[in-house]
C-alpha cells in the first residue's frame, strides 16, 4: 500500500516533458535539468510525482490537467448526488477494472485526478504498470478514501485512463504488426488539444515512437510550404539556413522529389501515399542516405508490407485521432479494515 496525500494548492502551469524516440526535442525526462519540472514544485505527493516525471511527464501539467477535468465537471457546484446520498465519513475501496484485453496507460495520471479531489489521505495499490498487457475483469488500480471524493473523481479518472489506453491499445496493434522489421510506427500531431503530452506518452507505452511534440522542435516541409516556398528543394533549403541544427523532415510525393531532397540533405523523407512498389524503390534510391516515413495509404492489414520495403517509421494519425476508447470500470467496495 501507498499513502499518498491530497493537496488541494494549484500550482503555475510549465512546460511538458520529454517526447520520446527521434522527435527532435533534446529534454531528458529523468533528468533534474533546466526546463524539467522540479517535482517540489508541485502540489502532488512528492512520490507521485517523482514516478510521472520518471515517465516523462511533467508533474505540474498533470496537476493542471486534473484540476481542469474536476473543474469541468464540478462546474462551481459540488456533486449533489454524491452529497446527498454518500455520509460525509464513509470510506470505500475504488478497484479500476480492466472490461477488455488491452494494454493500460495513464495510471498514475488517474491517480492524480483522485487526489486533487480527495480531501483525507488514501492508500493505493498498483496492480499492474503503465504499458502492461491486461486482460478483462482483471484489477489495475486500488484507492482506498473518503467514498464522496472517489465517486467525485470517478468519470474525470476514467475519461483519461479510459482515452490513454484506448491509444496504447490500438499502437501495440500496430507495433506488433511490424514486429519482425526495423520500422517502428509513430505518431502525428493529430492530437486533442491540452493531451498532447498524454496522448503522445500513451503510445510510447503501446510500443510506438513519437513524432515532434510541437512546432517548434522539429521542421517538417509539407506541400503548402513547397507551394509557398516555389519548390520542394528551395523549401528544405530555407528551413536548414535558419534552423541549421534542427531535424527537418521533408514530405515528398513523387520519386523525382526524393532525389531532390536527398542531394539538398534532407535528414528524414516523408513518402506521402506511396505505393508499396514505389516505397521498395524510394528505400532503393536513398540507400541509406535519410530516414523514410511512409504516410498515407497505411492500414494494419498492410503495415507489414510497408514495414517490409525497408522504410524506418510508419506515420499514423489514428493511433491519436481515432483510437477507440479502452473499457475500464471503477467498482466500489467495502475498505479492508
Known amino acids: ?135 478483462a475483469g482483471q484489477k489495475l488500480l486500488s484507492v482506498t478514501t473518503r467514498t464522496r471524493d472517489l465517486l467525485t473523481a470517478e468519470r474525470s479518472a476514467l475519461n483519461i485512463l479510459c482515452r490513454l489506453s484506448g491509444i496504447a491499445t490500438a499502437t501495440r496493434a500496430w507495433a506488433d504488426a511490424l514486429e519482425g522489421t526495423n520500422a517502428k510506427v509513430r505518431d502525428t500531431r493529430k492530437t486533442t488539444p491540452g493531451l498532447r503530452s498524454l496522448e ?4 510510447r507505452m503501446g510500443g510506438g515512437v513519437n513524432h515532434r511534440m510541437s512546432l517548434s522542435d522539429a521542421a517538417l516541409v ?55 512498389g514505389e516505397t521498395e524503390e524510394a528505400v532503393a534510391l536513398t540507400h541509406g542516405r535519410a530516414l523514410l516515413e511512409s504516410s498515407g495509404r497505411l492500414t494494419l492489414e498492410n503495415a507489414a508490407t510497408y514495414a517490409k520495403t525497408g522504410v524506418d517509421y510508419l506515420a499514423v494519425g489514428a493511433l491519436t485521432h481515432s483510437a477507440p476508447t479502452f473499457d475500464i470500470g471503477l467498482d466500489l467496495r467495502e475498505a479492508d479494515v
Do not use: W
Request: one cysteine or more; a negative charge; proline letters at 5%.
Open 222 to 276: 509539407k506541400d503548402n510550404h513547397v507551394v509557398a516556398a516555389g519548390g520542394v528543394a528551395q523549401a528544405f533549403k530555407a528551413v536548414r539556413e535558419r534552423f541549421p541544427g534542427l531535424a527537418v523532415e521533408v514530405e515528398v510525393d513523387t520519386l523525382h522529389q526524393l532525389r531532390e531532397v536527398l542531394d539538398a540533405g534532407a535528414d528524414l523523407v516523408l513518402l506521402d501515399n506511396f505505393t508499396p
Open 1 to 135: 500500500m501507498t499513502d499518498v496525500s491530497a493537496t488541494p494548492d494549484l500550482p503555475p502551469a510549465a512546460d511538458s516533458g520529454a517526447c520520446g524516440d527521434h522527435c527532435g526535442c533534446a529534454q531528458d525526462p529523468s533528468a533534474d535539468a533546466a526546463g524539467v519540472t522540479d517535482v517540489m514544485e508541485c502540489g502532488l505527493d512528492p512520490s507521485l510525482a517523482r514516478l510521472l516525471t520518471d515517465a516523462g511527464l511533467d508533474p505540474v501539467e498533470i496537476e493542471d490537467i486534473a484540476h481542469m477535468a474536476i473543474a469541468e465537471d464540478l462546474d462551481g457546484g459540488v456533486d449533489v448526488t454524491t452529497v446527498a446520498t454518500i455520509p460525509e465519513d464513509a470510506v470505500a475501496t475504488a478497484d479500476f477494472t480492466a472490461r477488455e484485453n488491452g494494454v493500460v496507460a495513464g495510471l498514475r495520471v488517474a491517480e492524480a485526478i483522485v487526489s486533487v479531489v480527495a480531501t483525507d489521505e488514501f492508500e493505493v495499490e498498483r496492480h499492474v504498470e503503465d504499458g502492461d498487457r491486461v486482460t
Open 200 to 203: 503522445k506518452y500513451a503510445v
